[in-house]
């Protein structure tokens, strides 16, 4: 997965932004490290605002071992 994304800024200038599967990926690892329920509110958020890629997101969550606690913020 990319870590991050070159978006145009103005003219003849771009600026990098991690793309938001990225960011899922570390709330989720937040939320498993600390338990705060402002990283699920916030990866729904994402979610709804963004449409996360789930194709390219799941095999990340599987690898990391976060399938349960994607499914309890997902559904």
Excluded: Q
């Excluded at 990098?16 to 690892?29: F, I, N």
């Excluded at 605002?49 to 194709?55: K, P, Q, R, S, W």
């Amino acid at each position: 997965m990319p870590l991050r994304r070159r978006l145009p800024w103005g003219e003849n200038l771009s600026v990098a932004v991690a793309p938001p599967e990225y960011v899922v990926l570390r709330k989720m690892d937040f939320y498993r490290e600390g338990g705060s329920s402002k990283h699920p509110a916030d990866i729904r958020a994402i979610i709804e605002v963004t449409g996360v890629d789930e194709a390219l997101i799941l095999p990340w969550i599987k690898t990391r071992g976060l399938i349960d606690d994607w499914k309890k913020i997902r559904y």
